[in-house]
DNA sequence: TCGGTCACTCTCATTTAGAGAACATCTCGA
DNA sequence: TCGAGATGTTCTCTAAATGAGAGTGACCGA
């Protein structure tokens, strides 16, 4: 232990400044596919290129609370529409070169959105573009949010298997279908209609009967649809499992 | 946006400092017990109570490194025995006044270790004591480190079900039932044994087979086990599921 | 030497998941 | 208006995984 590190164990003003951030992996879905808000970036370091929402955490600020002032900042989001956003903490970033300014941690955090208007222009949601997540390989994004939005995707598809969070990218009542196709979108590959259907309904708490069917078919046939909501269960129980991966197991 | 709040979107400085700190929970199984490394707090705040290890982190230093580092300098842990530890970032506590003194984030971790001699004295591990995870019922913690504590644990239990992390409170070379033990001392409750043996040679990549065999049979009897070390997987699959607790899921 | 413990294996019943199909209802275009 | 095709929902059959109980034999300590 140095001077600095022994005075730093009773001062940490004693070391540079260190400095705290939140950034939102946003997720919503739209026309079948996944989509991450993002922002151009308009001054260095990583000027032009794009970024996630985020900013520094203020003194009198809960970490997800400045996740959420974040969130709605960038997208105008405000009342009962962000309230109906999930968000959650993803993980802490704090490689000591991931900024080139400074020393900075950024609390990452993820969120689960219903398909959103888009923001309207005049408010502070200057920059914010929902971005599918297809275009996303291979594109270069600032700092280290390549991996965290690597990270966020990765832990969205786990929650997807053991808790109901799926229903938080759909509005409040929601067919079976419509449920499997969030599914579908996120784990990437497709469902067996039958058996997803069977596994919905026999998981305690995950969803629940409103009584009432859509208004008409779905756009190219078929019947119209139970409508169902969200249950009061936090956890699924027994989880949706996705088939096995081999690749990722080792 | 006040304009402290706007000063500081450009220069961070303009809020008052943050101190970003690791704490670590690590867990040690002793004596068929679940053990948590504490320190006895020396200073006001919180002065004589229990608090988690953990310090600032400094300023060339990784998340990681830095809780690796502090479980070190506390254990006297080093080299081949400390890369044995399994090191994983938990969560992030950052309350406003979680600290009375500053702001200060946390950037908690989260280890097990295999069991461990006791620190030797006159290392720097001066007051690290491996506490029984049963004697912390009500028992009050520095901060908001019983919140963090009971995060880790029910993190621990989860990792449990689909990681073969429980290999990680074990020596290289364990038999089957003294897994099935860390299983059930973590998740607190009684295994079958002959199931838990046929799942965990089922699940590929759990644990390879030695060939070998303990020298002796168990303590109270019983026939000389075989030995197994952890295999490559990372990921269990299918995952060994914790029965239903159908309090937690509502 | 004996009772008791434990590793390991096996059987059987139950539950859960995978696959395919039946059937009714609906939309859309011919 | 009609028919093709899509979809929601339910069912059946099979395979796989799990829970529970028991048997066998090695081994310890008394």
Redesign the pocket.
Known sequence: MNEQDFLAAYDPRAYPAVAVTVDVVALTIRDGAAHLLLIRRGEQPHAGLWALPGGFVRPDEDLVAAARRELAEETGLDGEPLRRVHVEQLASYGAPDRDPRMRIVSIAHLAFAPDLPDATAGTDADEAVWVPVAELTNRQLAFDHGQIVADGLERARAKLEYTPLATRFLAPEF????L?AVYETVWGHQL????F???V??VPGFVESTGA?T????????????LYRAGDARLLH????R?AREETVR
């Not at 067996?192 to 058996?195: I, K, T």
């Open positions: 067919t079976i279908g419509e499997r067996h209609a039958g058996n259907h069977r596994k309904l026999s069917s208004e008409r078919g779905g756009t190219r046939g078929g019947p119209r649809a139970r027994p989880a949706l499992l088939p």
